[in-house]
């Protein structure tokens, strides 16, 4: 299986730049995609999908979210945080079955 | 707009069976994908199962031969029968549209939970 590796937590400053990462075992990039997707979860509610394929945004989705990254190595940026923002976030792969996801990233406020 | 509505949970024994149902609108629904995907109680994320739109199936290891995923088109109702269930499958149960193995649009989900 495919393992995802993102760090617990974040804390930032509203109006700051938020940097999450996240790790695959391996690569999860083909020669036309990459196949890795953000989601975020707010307390209480389901999530929902951020970006797609490395760098793609969702539909309604502000662009303060970006997405970059191949092979292993992806990022999620949020600039500038909002207080709306606050919520852990999640990286997928879609590379390989099973469908595995990160251990998500809490985004707190500093 | 997409709407994916679940049902069926609830608080069941171990070793009993439960059905879940998830309710579509908004789509094509027999033109997609479907997927089961699970959270434990303060945990991350887990994907549990898939159906294509021409009902082939696969299962994460864990609940391999214990769940059956299915679907009528006909209903727009895609379906998760958990059989012989453990305290470990306690978790809130989302159903949810697939893109190219992502997920798209989500249920709000279903609470699980497997106690005596």
């Known amino acids: 299986d495919i393992v995802l590796t993102q760090s617990p937590a974040l804390a930032v400053s509203l109006g700051q730049r938020a940097t999450i990462s996240c790790r695959a075992s391996q690569s999860v990039s083909t020669s036309s995609y990459n196949l890795m997707h953000w989601y975020q979860q707010k307390p209480g509610q389901q999530p929902k999908l951020l970006i797609y394929d490395a760098s793609n945004l969702a539909s309604s989705i502000p662009a303060r979210f970006s997405g970059s990254g191949s092979g292993t190595d992806f990022t999620l940026t949020i600039n500038p945080v909002q207080a709306d923002d606050i919520a852990t976030y999640y990286c997928q792969q879609s590379r390989e079955l099973p469908l595995t996801f990160g251990s998500g990233t809490k985004l707190e406020i500093k | ?116």
């Open chain 2, 1 to 116: 707009a997409v709407q994916l509505v679940e049902s069926g949970g609830g608080l069941v024994q171990p070793g009993k069976s439960l059905k879940l149902s998830c309710s579509a609108s908004g789509f094509t629904f027999s033109s997609y994908g479907m997927h089961w995907i699970r959270q434990a109680p303060g945990k991350g994320l887990d994907w549990v199962a898939y159906i294509s739109s021409s009902s082939g199936t696969v299962y994460a290891d864990a609940v391999k031969e214990r769940f059956t995923i299915s679907r009528d088109n006909a209903k727009n109702t895609l379906y998760l029968q958990l059989n012989s269930l453990k305290s470990e499958d306690t978790a809130i149960y989302y159903c949810a549209r697939s893109f190219r193995y992502y997920f798209d649009y989500w249920g709000q989900g279903v609470m699980v939970t497997v106690s005596s």
